[in-house]
C-alpha cells in the first residue's frame, strides 16, 4: 500500500485502480435504461443539490468579504445569505432522512 504525504494529495480526488478481477469496475455495472419518470428525478434531484450547494457557497463567499473588507458588504446581507443556506441545508436533510425513512418501510413490507 502507497502512503501518500500532505504535499502529494491534491483536492479531494483520488484514482482507484481494480487490482482483482472480482472487484466492481465502471465497465462492469450494468447502466438501467432509464426512463422518462427516472430521468426527470434524477435530474431535479441533482439541479436541487446543486442549488443547495451554490446557497452554501455564497453564504462562504460573502461572509468572507466581510472579513476582508467590511465596508463592502452589509451585515444584513451576510445574515440573509447565512440564514438562507442554513435552511436550504436542513430542508435537505429533513427530505433525505424521509425519503430513507419510506425506503425502509417499503423493504420491511416484503
Known sequence: ?????????????????????????????EKP??????????????????????LELKSTEIANQMVIDPDSVNIHDVMIASEQAEMAILLTKDIMDRVIRAYKEIINVR
Not at 501518500?4 to 466492481?24: E, T
Not at 419518470?37 to 450547494?53: G, P, R
Open 1 to 29: 500500500m502507497k502512503i501518500y504525504s500532505n504535499y502529494q494529495v491534491n483536492g479531494d480526488i483520488v484514482n482507484l485502480k481494480v487490482s482483482r478481477k472480482n472487484h466492481i469496475s465502471e465497465n462492469l455495472i
Open 33 to 54: 435504461k432509464g426512463d422518462r419518470v427516472t430521468e426527470s428525478f434524477k435530474d431535479l434531484f441533482n439541479k436541487t443539490i446543486n442549488n443547495v450547494n451554490d
